[in-house]
């Protein structure tokens, strides 16, 4: 479930910097919530300019104007103070790694219910009612 | 009115499946929700070779993400979700882990 489709300017990352800000989110978003490390997904998308992009979680866009963008969906259910944490962790990495300064770097996390993502073949548990069995079947990272 | 983004990698979903794709899309929405439910739409976002990625490493997957009218049970949307999967599997060979599948309402803000 977590999806993270990071903006960013043409020809602004190598493939490196790419695949470490991908492991970077991965360990974040592992290292707070208790998904799977198989199930974080991150997208680099090379766009120009400030604009939006559709909400993967929700109804509408998101905007940004900066020139790098972090457009991210959770499961819903967490608290606020864990979702800040998230997104806090996933700025600083992303700065890091690219290169970048803090203030050019924004995101936006939005949610939806897991029971409403299916995914290696099953519904999605809420966040904190993973079983073990759930985490024992949760396919390898490929 | 339905609509569905799939983002899909390079070179795991040809541009030759898509019509494939989009009609079972429709199709289960039809079946499952009914008719009535409005039309569907899909587009497409393929991620480029070396830009994407499932816990860090080089991804295959497919993300099948997609707005349906509000209100629908839970039982529902589990056979729509099941149905949408079956289909993408069918038609393009993928594991079970190589996609997922949502369903949100339409007026959900995220």
Not at chain 1, 14 to 37: K, L, N, W
Not at chain 1, 69 to 83: D, L, S, W
Not at chain 2, 5 to 21: D, M, N
């Amino acid at each position: 479930m977590p999806f993270y489709r990071c903006l960013i300017p043409p020809d602004s990352l190598s493939y490196e910097q790419r695949r470490e800000i991908a492991v970077a989110f991965t360990d974040v978003h592992c290292g707070i919530s208790a998904a799977p490390r198989s199930f974080v997904q991150v997208v680099f998308l090379e766009v120009s300019g400030s604009g939006e992009i559709a909400d993967s979680h929700g109804s509408g866009a998101m905007r940004y104007d900066t020139p790098y963008f972090i457009a991210g969906g959770n499961r819903a259910g967490r608290h606020p103070q864990v979702k800040r944490r998230i997104l806090d962790g996933l700025l600083e990495k992303f700065s890091e790694i690219a290169g970048v300064p803090a203030s050019a770097v924004s995101g936006r996390i939005s949610e939806a219910p897991a029971s409403w993502t299916m995914e290696a073949g099953r519904i999605l548990p809420e966040p904190g009612e993973e079983s073990a069995e759930w985490h024992a079947r949760a396919a390898p990272a490929a | 009115m339905i609509d569905f983004e799939c983002t899909v990698q390079e070179g795991c979903v040809g541009e030759r499946l898509r019509p494939r794709l989009a009609q079972a899309i429709e199709a289960a929405c039809s079946e499952v929700l009914g008719a009535e439910s409005g039309p569907v739409s899909v587009s497409w976002v393929e991620a480029r070779k070396g830009f994407g990625f499932r816990g860090g490493e080089p991804s295959t997957t497919s993300l099948v993400r997609g707005r349906i009218p509000d209100g629908c049970s839970r039982e529902t949307r589990g056979r729509l979700l099941h149905a949408l999967e079956r289909s993408w599997r069918r038609i393009t060979g993928a594991a079970a882990d190589e996609v997922i599948v949502s369903a949100r309402d339409r007026g959900w803000t995220g």
